[in-house]
């Protein structure tokens, strides 16, 4: 579905060692001195990230809620009920979603094609960050949302939840709570658009005598197998 989305003016952006602390205190003169853009026309997004390796590209829009209780929107992680609080407290009091649900799909070449083809369109927004360029299209044309809803409405069957699993939930128990449809806000990248990289975690402090214990424990759950990279090549944040 189109939607209707605040674009910050990137020009006045300022670097701040205290952004977290201070955005509260911030938000209200910027947005008085019209740092947001709003954007009252209903559009669907294409959002481009072009890295040093590869461009990915998808769509940014927003989908009905019933979808997720239909099943046509699948998650696979569980939710945390604190976590949950805390999300729905904030989306009662922003009445906004601030960020989009991650959703992936196989991908159905039509739907490649179109979104290319609204790529040969001059940008809404373009910035760089690092070395990655990151470049938005809006698509406002009533005809070319209904070729992308239809598409979408024949060719994909089900998404599935790549990150935002608690953004979900609480959308839907607060679209309950007060007896309305809402909308996700979604960001939705195609199989071939997403990279599954590994997971890892570094553990500290084991005595070299029950290393050999530990791998013997864990390997009852997953398979263990040397880095061929040593830990001392790699940055660790």
């Known amino acids: 579905m189109p939607s209707s989305i605040l674009f910050p003016n990137f020009d006045r952006i300022e670097p701040s060692s205290h952004f977290f602390a201070d955005v509260k205190y911030d ?8 740092y947001f853009k709003p954007n009252n026309r209903p559009a669907i997004y294409i959002y481009r990230i072009d890295t040093q390796q590869r461009f ?4 940014t829009a927003a989908v009905p ?14 939710t945390l009920e604190m976590k ?19 959703l992936t799909y196989a991908t159905v070449p039509a ?7 609204q790529q040969s369109n001059r940008p809404f927004i373009h910035f760089k960050q690092g070395e990655n360029k990151h470049t938005i299209w809006e698509v406002h044309q009533a005809e070319q949302i209904a070729d992308i809803q239809q598409l979408f409405a024949e060719q994909v069957v089900q998404t599935y939840i790549a990150d935002g699993h608690h953004r979900t939930t609480i959308t839907a128990k607060y679209a309950e709570e007060i007896g309305q449809p809402l909308h996700l806000y979604c960001t939705l990248f195609s199989s071939s658009q997403v990279e599954i990289l590994s997971f890892n975690r570094v553990v500290e402090g ?3 005598r029950n290393l050999e214990g530990l791998i013997k424990h864990l390997s009852n759950w997953c398979m263990i197998e040397p880095s061929k990279i040593s830990i001392c ?5």
Do not use: C, M, T
Request: proline share 5%.
């Open 27 to 34: 938000f209200l003169p910027l947005y008085e001195n019209d």
């Open 56 to 59: 990915y590209q998808g769509i």
């Open 65 to 78: 809620i019933e979808a997720y209780w239909k099943g046509d929107i699948k998650g696979h992680e569980g």
């Open 84 to 102: 949950e609080k805390q999300q729905l407290d904030l989306l009662k009091e922003r009445k906004a979603q601030i960020k989009p649900v991650l």
């Open 111 to 117: 739907i490649e094609n179109w979104i290319l083809k």
């Open 206 to 208: 084991i005595p070299e």
């Open 233 to 237: 090549q790699q940055s660790i944040v």
